[in-house]
């Protein structure tokens, strides 16, 4: 029996092209990268948001990625 065939009765999920997973890649990164801004560069000169909560909301996040705070 080689390494390719499929025992009776096992089910085996079906192979997902690489290019069907792009999209959502994509999407993904952005939201990470959106992230990454919100917990890392959102403070002084750099906020786009007013005030210090959105600060306060990913202070201990900042602190557990070692970003520079107070
Ligand atoms: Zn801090």
């Known amino acids: ?3 390719l065939s499929v025992p009776a009765g096992e089910v085996r999920a079906p192979a ?3 290019y069907d997973i792009v999209p959502y890649a994509i999407f993904f990164a ?3 990268a959106l992230l ?3 917990v890392g560069a959102e403070e002084g000169a750099t906020s786009i948001v007013k005030g210090m909560t959105l ?3 990913v202070h201990d996040g900042r602190h557990l990625l070692g970003f ?3």
Do not use: N
């Open 68 to 70: 520079p705070c107070h």
């Open 30 to 32: 952005l939201i990470a």
């Open 16 to 18: 997902i092209p690489l």
């Open 55 to 57: 600060h306060e909301w």
């Open 1 to 3: 029996m080689s390494e």
């Open 36 to 38: 990454f801004y919100f």
